[in-house]
Structure formats: C-alpha cells, structure tokens
C-alpha cells in the first residue's frame, strides 16, 4: 500500500519551543495511533496535515501533495478536533448539515448525509436537540458525524474518546476499527495507551516533538528487550513453579501472590520455551498467565527513560 501521508525532515517551531523536531514518517491506510503525552507534539503534527500550519524545515505531503491551501487534498480529510465551540441555538443535526452545506453538497445530499453521520455515531434519538443540552459525550459524538459526513478517505481524530462512558467508548472503538477496514487511514490521536491498543496495534509514539519508536506493538517491544518482562502466571503451586526459574540467569526477581506468580525474566523466548515444555510435561498445573509488561503503557513507559 501506499502511504498518505508522508513526512520528510519535518520541523515546526514556534519561537523558541520545537513541537515537532525532524520527523521522518510515513502512514499508510488503516488504523494508526499517534500517541505521547500532552506537550509531545501530536496536535502539531496533525495541523501540519490539515495544513493549518506551514512546516519551518522539512516537507509534509498529504495523497502525494503539500495541503497547506491545497482543495484538491483537504476536501479528501475529515477532522475531529480535540476542543470544542459549537454555534449558539444550534441542533446536533443543523450543525452537521451546515457543515455539509459548506462543503458544497446540495441540501438534500447534506440532509441525507448528515442523516447518516448521526446514526453511525448513535446520535438520531437527539440529533434534533440543542447541542447546548448536550452531555460532554454527546457532543464528541456529533463531532465525530460532522467528520464523517463528507465520507473522507483520510480521518484525523483528536482524543476521540474525550467524555464517553464506558458504553460509548466501546462503540467508539468498534467504529474506529470498522473505518479502517473500510480502507481509510484513520489516525487516532492519544495520550491514554490502553484505548489505542483497542482499535490498532501500528503505533507512532512521539515524545518532545521527535519520534520514540513506531511500528506494530509486538515490534515496539523488541525495542526494549534489555528491560524485563513481567509474566503472572496461575497456577495450582505458585512455589513449585518458581523453583524452576529461580536458578535462570535470566530470572531477575519472583513474587507470589493468591495462587500466582509474576516471574520478571530478561529473556521472555527462553522463558515462554520453558514454561511450555512444563505444561507438556505436566510438570505443573497451569490455568492461566497474563504479560503485565507487555502492554502499551509499560512500552512507552520503558522507552522514555
């Protein structure tokens, strides 16, 4: 595939302060997360795209093209922003439509589509009502449907997960995953790991401006092999299994815990190796185990340091 968006030496400042220092990034369709923590530069990445900003050094192209007052490429992106100021005396469903209209769609294409954006994002029951009585949730929803109105083959969603409940969330991210499988590129931006993990496992994550590591999630962990890996393992005799890795060289620490075991281990092949061959064997009564450093909060945790 293709990339969409491509990123070459890209540096933004502003003054004194870098937000984005020499970025070399390609993105391809589907699902990518863009994640770091506030500060780290992701909004600022994502308006060189929108071409909201202009790059200071370097290039940013967008379907092969610069966006910055480029038509041809910002009429193929659908933005939801992280922030939110919607017009006065305004329905969920008016704003949606004007947007539409402002696009350029005829009123009956606006009507029908901002019809649609509402539902996919389960907002028909009160699309009609002022955004004014909206509940936080409800308004990230309508966002979210005035980005999908104009079906963009290039989605940017700025913390789309801000206000929903757990409810919400779910629906979210089983919308996320099935508009990446339509074959748009969607970048998800986040500064909570877990959610992202949800929808993607190719992660960009950014860190003061400039790129920590990118790749699938299980590639990102090669990355910090020399850190250990944390493995909790159940089992009917936690002790009984600890006696096998005590001796490893690469066992650095044992805890027990109610019928578990977290053994963090240097080398996690040599590990699961073992630990497979006693299962086999029947060596030990294993019911379950979990990597509690596998995830993506310990990787970008790991890689800061």
């Known amino acids: 595939m293709s990339a969409i968006?491509?990123?070459?030496?890209?540096?933004?400042w502003f003054g004194e302060v870098v937000a984005v220092n020499n970025l070399d990034v390609s993105i391809e369709p589907g699902v990518t997360g863009l994640?770091?923590?506030?500060?780290a530069g992701k909004s600022t990445f994502i308006k060189l795209a929108l071409g909201l900003y202009s790059p200071s050094r370097g290039t940013m192209s967008v379907f092969g093209e610069p966006p910055r007052n480029n038509l041809r490429v910002l009429r193929r992106i659908g933005y939801c922003p992280e922030f939110d100021r919607f017009p006065e005396n305004t329905t969920g469903f008016e704003f949606v439509y004007w947007l539409n209209?402002?696009?350029?769609m005829t009123a009956a294409e606006?009507?029908?589509?901002a019809e649609e954006a509402c539902e996919r994002v389960k907002m028909t029951e009160r699309m009609d009502d002022l955004i004014e009585t909206y509940s936080r949730g409800m308004r990230q929803r309508i966002k979210i449907a005035q980005a999908l109105a104009p079906s963009p083959e290039l989605l940017f969603l700025d913390e789309p997960m801000a206000g929903l409940d757990p409810e919400g969330r779910e629906e979210m991210f089983a919308l996320i995953r099935e508009l990446g499988e339509d074959g748009r590129a969607v970048i998800v931006s986040s500064h909570i790991l877990y959610e992202v993990e949800r929808v993607t496992s190719h992660?960009?994550?950014?860190?003061n401006g400039c790129i920590l590591a990118r790749g699938r999630v299980h590639e990102v962990r090669e990355l910090i092999d020399e850190h250990p890996l944390a493995v909790t393992v159940e089992c009917g005799s936690p002790r009984d299994l600890a006696r096998y890795f005590a001796e490893d060289g690469a066992t650095l620490s044992l805890e027990f815990e109610d019928g578990r075991v977290t053994v963090r281990t240097r080398d996690p092949n040599g590990f699961f190796e073992k630990l497979n061959r006693l299962v086999v064997?029947?060596?030990?009564?294993?019911?379950?185990?979990?990597?509690?450093?596998a995830d993506l909060q310990s990787v970008f945790q790991y890689l800061v340091r």
């Open 101 to 104: 209209r402002f696009y350029g």
């Open 281 to 293: 064997d029947k060596a030990v009564d294993v019911t379950g185990f979990a990597c509690a450093d």
């Open 203 to 207: 992660v960009v994550l950014l860190h």
């Open 110 to 113: 606006a009507t029908r589509r």
């Open 35 to 39: 994640l770091g923590p506030n500060g």
């Open 5 to 12: 968006i491509e990123a070459n030496g890209l540096s933004k």
